[in-house]
């Protein structure tokens, strides 16, 4: 257990010492900076605005920046949608795929172009080469791109003033792509695809079984998807097993990397957000913030997996829960991976968190239900502590009889409004889609489990849907209508009940001036801040979700402890 404690913590601190100038690099991309990539990169950028008309000098106001989002992300679900359909006409098809049904078809296209990635379906026998392509490794780019350009327009809220405009969309998300996410995949891909990941156009093959049965094994351009998966916090596998699946993950190394791509890029754009702000120390206290939070929830994942299920611990077995592990991976990597696929709005897996003990799911969805804000999507995951510290600073207000503020910038009703909406409007929405699916004969038809455990699997299912996340307990059979049109309804109003907000706080605080920080001021930077940051994250998501957790994950651990099965 130490051990595992103490390799956990110089994974963290690997990856922080890397984020750090990566935070930098992408700080410079998105001020218009020169970097090291710019002569290679700047002529495609220019040649892209050229033939989209695009003046990239042209700023646009929080309105005209929603809106041009919004067709955006439109455009995504129809072309990916209709793709889908029509896949079984098209090229890079060699399994003869037929085209996907609709429902299922459009929960797809929803949950990929919202950075959901949910999957109803096992991709490897439903997806065409050209769909995964052309459609999800596609969006895997566009959708986290989507995000960043979020969190820079409400970055560009507080550092300017007496301004109508947030910034130009387009730019944001053509910068987004090809200075930082396009790079890096493309490392990534030929790391992955260099140790076993396959990437292939080759049609599946049939082998014989050592018993000599007949065997269909899937190929395809696997590596591709993976490296794009991680880095955007996607998660959508090639296979249904996702990173379980050895032709994904087929190694300890390629399991390490896959998990440090996961938190990469997260990490790293809160130390963008403090050198665009050029206050490094505000974006290291709300790192330390995500940090404190990200370790409470491991550690108490780590340990509960730790633990052996008491009704098969009389059987004489040892080792900590194993049940849906790969043996490869074993319980420490299985729990890091977890913790931060569920904190980051990743929605990979390397192991099935269907099996996971109880209180291993609770800290999952707790992960997700607070809004991902632990380090969390791309882009939204910041966008959504930032909602929390305005929270937190208008209760620190409170406390000392202040207007509150931050970053220079006094907030009032209209933002604390906005933010309030972007909170709680996606926690409520989990708690009321979970209360229907249990109330209707369609909800419950697709459980493998019932009592306590059941209730975890529908809860779930929706807490990742609006959350953006996209894992799922896989107890559940959700693909069918009733799943699929409410999930993908879930997605976009877990995805746009945050920018939006974002958006309007952002063209709010561009138009107000700077005031001086003074004394009097409650310091935003200190580890006081910190502590009251943290307590504020944990008791909206205590008061929003425990009555439902002690429903389910809670009363498990209950039963479980008590030798009850179900």
Known sequence: MIEDVLLILLFLLIVTIFAIPLGKYMANVFTGQRTFLTPVIQPLENFLYGICSIDKNQEMTWKRYAYALLIFNIIGILFLFVLQLIQNFLPLNPANMSGVRWDT??????????????????????MSYLTQMLGMTLQNFLSASVGVATLLALIRGFTRKNSDTIGNFWVDLTRATLYVLLPLAMVFALIFASQGVVQTFNPPITVQTLDGASQTIALGPVASQVA?????????????ANSAHPFENPNGLTNILETFAILLIPMSLVFSFGYIIRNFKQGLAIFSAMMILLLMGMGLALWSESQLNP????????????????????VRESVLWGTLTTAVSNGGVNSMHDSTMPLTGLVYMFNMGIGETIFGGLGVGLIGMLFYVILTMFIAGLMIGRTPEFLG?????????MAVIAL????????????????????????????AHGLSEILYAYTSALANNGSAFAGLSANTVFYNLTLGLGMLIGRFTVILPALAIAGALAKKGKVPITAAAFPSTNALFVILLVSVVIIVGALTFFPV?????????LFMKGGFTF
């Open 105 to 126: 078809a459009l929960n797809t296209a929803i949950s990929f172009t919202t950075n959901t990635n949910w999957q109803s379906y096992s991709g490897e026998t439903t």
């Open 228 to 240: 794009i998966k991680m880095l955007g916090s996607n998660g959508g596998g090639y296979y249904y």
């Open 311 to 330: 009704n098969i611990e009389k059987l004489g077995v040892s080792g900590g829960n194993m049940e849906g592990k790969e043996l490869t991976f074993g």
């Open 409 to 417: 910038k006094k907030l009032g009703p209209y933002e604390m409004l």
């Open 424 to 451: 709680v409007v996606p926690a409520a929405m989990i708690l009321i889609f979970a209360g229907i699916a249990i109330s209707l004969p369609d909800g419950i038809a697709g459980l493998n489990n019932h009592s």
């Open 549 to 557: 957790f002690s429903l389910g994950p809670i009363l498990e651990q």
